[in-house]
């Protein structure tokens, strides 16, 4: 049975973070906590068995993450991207595409780019990683041109794929979230039940529009803005190197490649379906055959020779590195803690006794806190849907209220957690770094926090009484 101690791999992954600024050695140390704690769990074995097979068992995790293939997928199409960026903009595709904007007055000030990044994040709706990825990719040059903070354009992007998806559900999610609830006799159908929290959903709903009042006013707060004003002294940041004579096709067709590509392969792999579709597989096939045409392209118009390619290739995946390990060290320990019962543990304190009006109010703070803790919206669904679900059949709770409180919550955690590998991609996107991204995101993520969860304190007693 899970207890308290099963929250001290993410409070120390969090205090590291805060105090030595590595995410990388607070993530390995997080993983070791976990695994020491999962020997602890047989007393049968001495202290110096537990100092040895801790560091072993720690690497050992990051192996069994890599045996999923799906895990291998994302961290694969991770490397894929940082290839394809490089060719977009190395040969000056980003550059003569952003100058082709301006012209056409698309692009015409800040407002204006920050709204291209924000449409697109909303438009782009089958899949999270495909939002940030192809409204990042866009986006960068165009906040370059405006000198606008890589932080912020983090933020957009970020803010506007995970809510989206939430909202929209014609994708994986809403599948996913069906299938949950498959199981329990409701009062109402699932898909009606899905539905109905649509309107529901608070913390995505008030999250889009604080992005969208950042974009509209220009006015960033908080971290955020010291990170616009150390900007505006340097008078650049990111400086890119780029060959004068480039097109615009350079970026637009691998671009459109990689969209059209995702929805192709998500019907392909959903054998039809796209909310059946496997978006981890449908991501790789769509990153790589991006960089085959990208890399044609090149060849054909003679930009560059196979070998100055695939060296260029490399490089880009190289400039990823970093937050590809972020990535695998997220799901080591995202995987280590659900063995150890953490979100489990956090969620029994809803079913203790508890007022009926505040049910989705506290159901909103586990979401929240299990997500953040496990970086994983996903996985903090598996964990409350069973919960809050049998409420619904046992005391009539009104099960749309409900199920938008759960989904809220996870997507809060998810958005904003340095250990969630949303936020790593998101980085990775936009080319930000992670604590960066991290620091400037939180308090915007913070105050639409509270404003749901005080709506959903206002919805429970309006709705329950």
């Known amino acids: 049975m899970a207890d308290w101690t099963s929250l001290l791999p993410a409070i120390l992954a969090i205090s590291v973070v805060l105090w030595r600024k590595e995410v990388i050695l607070a993530l390995l140390l997080a993983i070791a906590c976990a695994e020491t704690l999962l020997f602890l769990q047989h007393p049968e074995h001495s202290l110096l068995a537990v100092l040895l097979h801790a560091p072993v068992n720690t690497v050992e995790r990051m192996i069994t993450v890599t045996s999923s293939a799906d895990n291998s997928r994302i961290l694969l199409f991770s490397l894929l991207i940082g290839a394809l960026m490089l060719y977009m903009r190395a040969y000056g595709g980003v550059s003569a595409l952003v100058q082709y904007l301006v012209q056409k007055g698309v692009a015409r000030s800040k407002r204006q780019a920050g709204l291209i990044s924000y449409l697109i994040g909303i438009l782009v709706f089958i899949e999270s990683n495909l939002s940030v990825l192809t409204a990042g990719i ?25 809510p989206v998806c939430i909202l929209v559900l ?60 150390a900007l505006q002294q340097l008078h650049h940041e990111h400086s890119e190197i780029e060959e004068p004579a480039g097109k615009k096709r350079y970026m637009l067709l691998p671009l459109l490649t990689l969209v059209g590509g995702m929805v192709g392969f998500m019907l392909w792999t959903g054998n039809g379906s796209l909310t059946d579709g496997s978006g981890a ?33 490399f490089k880009g995946m190289s400039e990823l590195l970093p937050l590809v390990t972020i990535v695998l060290l997220s799901m080591a320990l995202g995987q280590a803690m659900k063995q150890l019962g953490t979100g489990v543990y956090v969620a029994s304190f809803v079913q203790d006794s508890l007022p009926l009006m505040w ?31 049998p409420l619904v059949e046992m005391l009539g709770l009104p099960p749309s209220l409900v199920l938008a409180a759960i989904l809220s919550g996870g997507i809060w955690g998810d958005h904003c957690s340095p250990i969630s590998d949303t936020t790593a991609v998101s980085s990775v996107a936009s080319g930000c770094d992670l604590l960066e991204h991290v620091r400037t995101q939180l308090p915007y993520a913070l ?6 969860w005080l709506a959903f304190v206002i919805a429970g007693w309006w709705m329950i009484g």
């Not at 960068?140 to 970020?158: C, E, H, N, P, T």
């Not at 991006?290 to 930009?303: G, H, S, T």
């Not at 105050?447 to 749901?452: E, I, N, R, S, V």
Request: net charge positive.
């Open 447 to 452: 105050f639409c926090g509270a404003l749901a």
């Open 138 to 162: 866009v986006s960068r040059g165009l906040y370059d041109k405006f000198k606008m903070s890589r932080a912020r354009l983090a933020y957009v992007i970020d803010s506007t794929s995970a």
């Open 170 to 229: 014609l994708n994986g999610w809403g599948a996913y979230i069906l299938g949950l609830l498959g199981n329990y006799q409701l009062p109402e159908s699932a898909v009606s039940v899905l539905i109905g929290s649509i309107v529901l959903n608070f913390y995505a709903i008030f999250t889009l529009l604080m992005v969208l009042y950042t974009i509209w006013t220009d006015k960033v707060h908080g971290p955020m803005r010291q990170s616009e004003l």
């Open 281 to 313: 597989k449908a991501a790789l096939y769509a990153t790589t055959l991006a960089c085959l045409v990208a890399y044609a392209l090149l060849l054909w118009d003679k930009k560059a020779g196979h070998h100055e390619l695939v060296s260029q290739g």
């Open 359 to 389: 049910i989705p109010a506290m159901l909103f703070v586990a979401g929240a806190i299990i997500s953040f803790t496990t970086g994983t919206s996903w996985g903090t669904f598996a964990i409350l849907i069973p919960i809050g679900m």
